[in-house]
């Protein structure tokens, strides 16, 4: 349920109050005006509006009973955490700090390059341990069972983000760039129930946040 705890931002998202009394889901925290912040996954943040507590929780927020919210705000916020995430890791492409290709990967797993690896959703099964082989090698944890991650999107949707021609697996080889894909990822699949890329995060205000976490705050938002 939507408790009233708190949480750090980056383990929350941002509902921002339209001018039109709108509720929509501000991903990047960089729209004007009110706002109020949520921490809960999709199925919380459905049963919450299906029992009334979302609405309550807002009033209370942005004091007003005015806010509408739209019927399919779940699927909204796991659309835009989707595309924030996408669009990191296309920023990260052309930035030159990951690398697709298995030969490639390969070969920086098995120097100690890689600091994540993903793979597409419907990579092959033998492709991907191959590569993870690959990463324990460079790492020196053989029998570890570190594992890449398998994202919930396929190779399409992850060729047009990178702006790549079949983008199946994806390796991080820098290691700021590898807390940046982490923490878009993780905030992007701990909403939808996916497993997390279980990267450190950079400062604690980058782990996860209490399951059904809601709070408010006015910094830079306007009063809520």
Request: a neutral charge; charged letters at 25%; glycine letters at 12%.
């Amino acid at each position: 349920m939507l408790s009233g705890e708190h949480a750090p931002r980056t383990a929350l998202i941002r509902l921002a109050l339209g001018p039109d009394g709108q509720i929509l889901p501000d991903i990047r925290a960089k729209a004007p005006g009110r706002g109020a912040w949520i921490g809960v996954d999709r199925p919380t943040l459905e049963a919450a509006m299906a029992k009334g507590k979302l609405k309550g929780a807002l009033a209370r927020a942005f004091k007003t009973g005015e806010a509408k919210i739209p019927d399919d705000l779940p699927q909204m916020i796991e659309d835009a955490l989707q595309r924030n995430a996408l669009d990191r890791l296309g920023l990260e492409a052309r930035a030159s700090t990951i690398t697709t290709g298995s030969e490639r990967i390969d070969e920086a797993g098995r120097k100690g390059q890689l600091h994540l690896l993903f793979h597409a959703a419907d990579a092959a099964t033998d492709g991907n341990r191959k590569l993870d082989q690959a990463w324990r090698v460079g790492l020196e944890e053989e029998g570890s069972g570190r594992q890449g991650l398998v994202l919930s999107v396929p190779r399409p949707i992850l060729s047009v983000a990178l702006g790549r021609e079949n983008v199946v697996h994806i390796g991080v080889i820098d290691a700021r760039a590898a807390t940046r894909v982490a923490a878009a990822i993780d905030r992007w699949h701990g909403f939808i129930g996916f497993a997390p890329t279980g990267w450190p995060c950079e400062t604690p205000s980058q782990g996860s946040g209490p399951r059904g976490a809601f709070s408010s705050s006015n910094e830079g938002f306007g009063s809520v």
